[in-house]
Structures are given as structure tokens and as C-alpha cells.
């Protein structure tokens, strides 16, 4: 079992930044790959920055290439999400999850992860 526990959300004015961190624990299998998601209110959850664990293959959403870094390091394999001149369309519940090896379109897909955190709340006015 992986458990997955997100860190750093808050509010910020639209042009600033936050850091997102995602501990992780329990078993590594199933988490080859590993990213963030992130759900508005009335809205379906969407991919926002995903990583193949151990390689620099990451996938973004096209809404937040260029502002959003995702990387992974430390002696627990950290997970976090940079996030760099915040719009208040950003403003969401932001997921990590964890799932096994993944490729192409399947990375960016929600229902392909298997383990979900409790998410951290991204609010930008």
C-alpha cells in the first residue's frame, strides 16, 4: 500500500508562486509513475504535471507548461510542484497520486493512478 501525503498549498496573489511537496511512503510498487492533479469546484479533475519515478520524462498540461515544474528528490523521493506566476484559474484542490509505469497519453490520464493523497488547497485572487 502507498500512502501519499501532500504539503504546501495556500493563497497567493495571482503572479506568485507556492511550492507543492507530496511525502510518500509504503510499498514502491505502483509508483512509477507519480504526479499532481488538480480538482475547481463543479469541475472534473485534471492533470496538471506528471513523472516517470527515477528518469527527467515528465508530461504537463498545456495550461501550465512554462509555469509549473514537477521533480522528485531527497532520500524519500519527495515529490513537488513548483508553481510560478499563479492564475486565479489555478485555484484548485491539487492531488498527488502514484501509479505504475506509465507512457504517452496514459500519463496525463487520472483514472490510470492508483493511489491518491488528500490534497492541499491552491487559492489564488
Known amino acids: 500500500h502507498v500512502q501519499l501525503v501532500e504539503s504546501g498549498g495556500g493563497s497567493v496573489q495571482a503572479g506568485g508562486s507556492l511550492k507543492l511537496a507530496c511525502e510518500q511512503s509504503g510499498s514502491t510498487y505502483n509508483r512509477g509513475s507519480m504526479g499532481w492533479f488538480r480538482q475547481a469546484p463543479g469541475k472534473e479533475r485534471e492533470a496538471v504535471a506528471v513523472?516517470?519515478?527515477?528518469?527527467?520524462?515528465?508530461a504537463y498540461s498545456d495550461s501550465v507548461k512554462g509555469r509549473f515544474f514537477v521533480s522528485q528528490d531527497g532520500p524519500k523521493n519527495t515529490l513537488h510542484l513548483q508553481m510560478n506566476n499563479l492564475k486565479p484559474e489555478d485555484t484548485a484542490k491539487y492531488y498527488c497520486?502514484?501509479?505504475?509505469?506509465?507512457?504517452?497519453?496514459?500519463?496525463?490520464?487520472?483514472?490510470?493512478?492508483?493511489?491518491w493523497g488528500q490534497g492541499t488547497q491552491v487559492t489564488v485572487s
Open positions: 497520486a502514484a501509479g505504475p509505469r506509465l507512457s504517452g497519453g496514459n500519463l496525463l490520464r487520472a483514472d490510470k493512478y492508483n493511489y
Open positions: 513523472l516517470l519515478t527515477g528518469t527527467y520524462i515528465t
